[in-house]
């Protein structure tokens, strides 16, 4: 199968249609957005652990903060959350659907599901960025298993191997930690994030 990890022109032209000539841009993460005037992250201008530095900027002292595929490698993405708020007035995030994320798509030397580097399943719910832990059980679930097989051909496209969400303010978000399921079972809110995405 043809993976579509890499940024969608598409997205990223409607992304950079939102800002105002006068905004300052931070990219958060690997720099790749051509529209971002600063950056942080192990290889950015501002060199950092994003998993444990508080950001070397005033509060809003940003117009606008870009993430891809960055929460999704943190062992502690709510500290980069957090400092994205403290940050920035608005943003844009955007991390691996959850099809993507659980579907076996192989990509060379690794047969293991979604990103070899994620730690964690994302999906927006009511206007927040929710996600979970990658546990190894995602390997073995049946639920999963059968629920990715109905979707895969929804993979052809690049538009649903990323989710994006717009966030003004703050970004909202809730993590489903280890064992805090709600009374839900693993499996059971794996499909959860997948039915967000797609029903």
């Given at each position: ?179 805090d399921?709600?009374g ?8 959860r ?7």
């Amino acid at each position: 199968m043809k993976t579509y990890w890499a940024p969608d022109p598409a997205r990223v032209a409607s992304v950079i249609a939102t800002l105002d000539a006068e905004d300052s841009v931070i990219e958060i993460g690997e720099p790749s957005f051509q529209r971002a005037n600063d950056s942080i992250g192990p290889r950015a201008k501002w060199r950092a652990d994003l998993n444990t530095t508080r950001f070397p900027f005033a509060r809003n002292g940003k117009a606008f903060s870009y993430s891809r595929h960055t929460l999704a490698k943190l062992w502690n993405p709510v500290q980069c959350i957090q400092e994205m708020n403290w940050t920035a007035r608005r943003g844009y995030v955007e991390e691996p659907s959850a099809l993507a994320e659980l579907s076996l798509v192989t990509p060379e030397g690794y047969a293991g599901r979604g990103g070899q580097r994620s730690r964690w399943v994302f999906w927006v719910e009511d206007r927040a960025l929710h996600f979970v832990p990658k546990l190894p059980e995602v390997e073995l679930s049946v639920a999963v298993r059968d629920a990715t097989r109905e979707r895969g051909q929804l993979l052809r496209e690049h538009r649903n191997w990323n989710i994006g969400l717009y966030w003004e303010g703050a970004l909202q978000w809730k993590m489903w930690d280890y064992g805090d399921w709600g009374g839900q079972t693993y499996d059971e809110i794996l499909l959860r994030a997948l039915r967000a995405y797609i029903p």
